[in-house]
């Protein structure tokens, strides 16, 4: 069975960077998708970053194209999502999560294992 933990998420003011981690354990496959999806207070979760299980490519929700990094080690069974000019509104839970696919889903039903999620704060 796997397991995904994430950390890295903090309080942060507005303008900074953050990097989160998302460390798999047990029987890990690399041929596994993964993503990263964020959930704030009141409202629905929400696909953030998507990478392919050989980290070839990568997709990212509007909102954060330009500013979040979605990366992984294979070798080390983690998946990353660095973080750069937050804005307030990117405070929320941020999940990871893996699916047993060559693509790049988007959508959150596709993914089977899930972390714990790591919250992250963005002070104005």
């Known amino acids: 069975q796997v397991q995904l933990v994430e950390s890295g998420g903090g309080l942060v003011q507005a303008g900074g960077s953050l990097r989160l981690s998302c460390a798999a354990s047990g029987r890990t496959s690399s041929s596994s998708a993964a993503g990263w999806f964020r959930q704030a207070a009141g409202k629905e979760r929400e696909f953030v970053a998507t990478i392919t299980w050989n980290g070839v490519s990568t997709a990212y929700a509007d909102s954060v194209k330009g500013r979040f990094t979605i990366s992984r080690d294979n070798a080390k069974n983690t998946v990353y999502l660095q973080m750069n000019s937050l804005k307030p509104e990117d405070t929320a839970v941020y999940y990871c999560?893996?699916?047993?696919?060559?693509?790049?889903?988007?959508?959150?039903?596709?993914?089977?294992?899930w972390g714990q999620g790591t919250q992250v704060t963005v002070s104005s």
């Open positions: 999560a893996a699916a047993r696919t060559y693509g790049m889903p988007m959508n959150a039903a596709t993914y089977g294992i």
